[in-house]
């Protein structure tokens, strides 16, 4: 206890004439009284001058894609509503067709639908005249990697204070852009897809022209090569087919009038332009496949009983029966079964090619199985294409056909 206290005792006395000790003492007391001044004069504050300033626009913006966000998950919905003011000061909502069609336009102007309600305009880069370095990346991805860009517009009227029926009308105007894109993948057979995009003026900054190297200069660089031909091979159109091959189908898909067959349509659509798409590996073959069978299985169903035929289990059609029943309807021609289900090169039919893919049996790196897919994917390609050519055709046909069976027209 006396040495505890000692010790305690002598502690207390060395302080007492520390001078360190003091300044820190000091400093404390004078920042406590800087604070209680603070405090004192906040208090003596107004509410008004209390409030912070609130940037109205801001919490508006904020509010409204919220509130978009609650009523849908959809990305492309939701990066379009995040852009709403440009929407709204352009009048449509951009996008970009991209992949291996070259549009080598005369005009270089946009080219338009006969109702106005899309645009198309070519974004080919022509290096030839211009600076290397003006644009590398463009350069490299149209020389190199064999993608070119086609920039759209889609008309829209959104009302940025009624948050359902602006969901509707994104919906709407998405799914018309997916049904452009999928055309110009049908009618070129290349391979493209869309992205939603922003259209907006950027100032332009000119890029002045390198120095020249003092002294060659070499270093190594890793260039890639195609896995397929189709890689590196694109289709070149011109104003006319997006003027009259592309925009009059556009117009016509998109204003028939029985939704059943203008769903389905859309549908097959989509898959055969997904076969067009090259980093599908073997799933292109099941695209061409699935374009053509979804359209059987849809009208099979439909057909009046005399045009089906009997299958061979009452109740369980298959799928050759439904095909052998529907497809010469659509098309006109009556050997769609033996090129889909009779031996082809190697003695395999397209159908257990179908097969052997969907169920897992071969995968993209088995050479000798892939060779024999190759072989036959150009052929499949034109198969499903003049089906499909043949039905939007015969559409009407199709529908007065099943009108007269009972189905009623407009509710197939």
């Given amino acids: ?233 694109g289709v070149g159109i011109r104003d006319r087919f997006v003027r009259v091959g592309l925009m009059p189908l556009f117009e016509y898909l998109r204003s028939l009038s029985h939704p059943e067959i203008a769903a389905v349509l859309r549908r097959a659509l989509s898959w055969h332009a997904q076969g067009n798409y090259l980093g599908s590996g073997l799933n292109r073959f099941v695209n061409y496949w699935e374009s053509i069978e979804l359209l059987a299985h849809f009208f099979y169903k439909r057909l009046p009983a005399n045009l089906r035929g009997r299958p061979a289990k009452p109740g369980r059609p298959t799928i050759r029966e439904k095909m052998k029943a529907v497809l010469p309807l659509l098309t006109s021609r009556d050997d769609f079964d033996g090129k889909l289900f009779g031996e082809g090169p190697g003695g395999v039919s397209l159908y257990r090619l179908r097969n052997d893919i969907a169920h897992g049996n071969r995968c993209d790196h088995e050479l000798e199985f892939t060779d024999l897919v190759d072989g036959q994917i150009d052929e499949f390609q034109q198969l499903g294409k003049q089906v499909l050519r043949a039905t939007f055709n015969r559409v009407d046909e199709v529908e007065q056909l099943i009108y007269d069976a009972g189905g009623g027209r407009g509710s197939v």
């Fill in 1 to 233: 206890m006396f040495q505890l206290g000692r010790s305690y005792s002598l502690g207390m006395r060395s302080t007492a004439f520390n001078p360190r000790f003091h300044r820190t003492v000091g400093f404390a007391a004078r920042t406590v009284k800087r604070q209680n001044v603070r405090c004192r004069r906040r208090r003596e504050m107004t509410k008004e001058q209390q409030q912070p300033e609130v940037d109205e626009e801001f919490v508006n913006y904020m509010r409204r894609t919220a509130a978009m966000y609650r009523l849908t998950r959809n990305q492309v919905v939701n990066t379009y509503w995040q852009h709403l003011a440009e929407v709204i000061d352009n009048g449509f909502i951009a996008f970009m067709l991209r992949g291996a069609v070259s549009w080598e336009s005369e005009s270089g102007e946009r080219i338009g639908s006969s109702d106005g309600a899309v645009w198309l305009k070519s974004d080919l880069y022509d290096p030839v005249g211009k600076h290397l370095a003006a644009q590398p990346v463009r350069l490299f991805l149209q020389f190199q990697m064999n993608i070119h860009d086609i920039w759209g517009g889609l008309k829209v009227n959104v009302d940025p204070e009624d948050e359902e029926t602006s969901k509707a009308t994104l919906e709407k105007g998405i799914a018309d852009i997916a049904l452009l894109s999928d055309l110009l993948s049908f009618a070129t057979g290349a391979s493209s897809t869309w992205y939603p995009a922003r259209y907006l003026k950027v100032k332009v900054t000119p890029i002045s022209t390198p120095p020249p190297d003092e002294e060659e200069r070499y270093e190594w660089q890793c260039w890639p090569l195609p896995r397929r031909s189709e890689e590196h091979s």
